[in-house]
C-alpha cells in the first residue's frame, strides 16, 4: 500500500473508516470487482481496520471507571480495565 492511501486513511473519523470499510466488504462479498481492483480494496479495507482499531484502543484508554465508596457516593476514578 502506497503511502498516500495511509494518510488518507489515518484522515478518517472512525464513523467514516467503517462507513469505507462496509462498502468495501460488501463489493468484495458481491464478487462483481476485478480480481487486481479486489486487491487494492482488500489491501485498502485492510488500511482501514487498522485505523479503527488504532482509534479504539486510544478511546478504551481514555475511558475510566468511577470508584464509588461504600455509601455509593463517587470516590475517584480508575482505568476501565485496572484489576478489582
Known amino acids: 500500500m502506497n503511502t498516500t492511501t495511509q494518510q488518507d486513511v489515518s484522515a478518517l473519523s472512525f464513523?467514516?473508516?467503517?462507513?469505507?470499510?462496509?462498502?468495501?466488504?460488501?463489493?468484495?462479498?458481491?464478487?462483481d470487482v476485478a480480481l487486481d481492483k479486489s486487491i487494492e480494496i482488500y489491501e485498502r479495507g485492510e488500511a482501514l481496520k487498522k485505523h479503527c482499531e488504532m482509534l479504539l484502543k486510544a478511546a478504551e484508554d481514555r475511558i475510566e471507571k468511577i470508584r464509588l465508596d461504600r455509601a455509593g457516593k463517587p470516590q475517584g476514578v480508575d482505568p476501565l480495565d485496572a484489576d478489582q
Not at 15 to 31: D, H, M, T
Open 15 to 31: 464513523e467514516q473508516a467503517v462507513e469505507e470499510l462496509e462498502r468495501i466488504v460488501s463489493a468484495l462479498e458481491r464478487g
